[in-house]
T-cell receptor
Framework: GNSVTQMEGPVTLSEEAFLTINCTYTATGYPSLFWYVQYPGEGLQLLLK?????DKGSNKGFEATYRKETTSFHLEKGSVQVSDSAVYFCALTSYAGTGGFKTIFGAGTRLFVKA | NAGVTQTPKFRVLKTGQSMTLLCAQD?????MYWYRQDPGMGLRLIHYSVGEGTTAKGEVPDGYNVSRLKKQNFLLGLESAAPSQTSVYFC?????????????FGPGTRLTVT
């Protein structure tokens, strides 16, 4: 079946450091890929998405490229801020036939950014 | 637009009590979901609905029931609460198009069962 694997946290960085959170997936067909972010005490919210191979999703300085050849969707940001401290979830959505669309979330990676 | 709202925000139950969590969305989404989030466990799907009047089991459905009588509402019921159901519950909704499939989440309900 489909699966999503993301790097374990927590990840601790200093402000202005470069961020990479790895995400790899297993899926049949042509899934859409997502990164969600969860700030303390809140629900998840969409950060960025990519719906086909080689697409790059971007938002708020974060980027991720849909790499079908390596089945990856790594999240990157060139210079993190304290306000980026949150939990980041990689997710995959695919069409499941009569069952409709199915989404699988990774386990989440907690990011701490120190001033 | 309010997006996805959840009622209540917090609740403490004693073992064996029942309660209903209400989720409402004003985006005319077809799909709605209930998740629970536990420390170190990520998100786990409890039940979901692909349209008004339909429901289906997710990954961890035992001990929960759901109903979707109106398109905008999705109710999660606990008939006899157990301490293992202490968790944060999130409702979400989405379109049914793969290219617009991002899920919109509510703020969560923190439930403690003593």
């Amino acid at each position: 079946g489909n699966s999503v694997t993301q790097m374990e946290g927590p990840v601790t960085l200093s402000e202005e450091a470069f961020l990479t959170i790895n995400c790899t997936y297993t899926a049949t067909g042509y899934p859409s890929l997502f990164w969600y972010v969860q700030y303390p005490g809140e629900g998840l919210q969409l950060l960025l998405k990519a719906t086909k191979a080689d697409d790059k999703g971007s938002n708020k300085g974060f980027e991720a490229t849909y790499r079908k050849e390596t089945t990856s969707f790594h999240l990157e940001k060139g210079s993190v801020q304290v306000s980026d401290s949150a939990v980041y979830f990689c997710a995959l959505t695919s069409y499941a036939g009569t069952g409709g669309f199915k989404t699988i979330f990774g386990a989440g990676t907690r990011l701490f950014v120190k001033a | 637009n309010a997006g996805v709202t959840q009622t209540p925000k917090f609740r403490v139950l004693k073992t064996g009590q029942s309660m209903t969590l209400l989720c409402a969305q004003d985006m005319n989404h077809e799909y709605m979901y209930w998740y629970r989030q536990d420390p170190g466990m990520g998100l786990r799907l409890i039940h979901y609905s692909v349209g008004e009047g339909t429901t289906a089991k997710g990954e961890v459905p035992d001990g929960y029931n759901v109903s979707r009588l109106k398109k905008q509402n999705f109710l999660l019921g606990l008939e006899s609460a157990a301490p293992s159901q202490t968790s944060v519950y999130f409702c979400a909704s989405s379109y049914q198009s793969l290219f617009r499939y991002e899920q919109y989440f509510g703020p969560g309900t923190r439930l403690t069962v003593t």
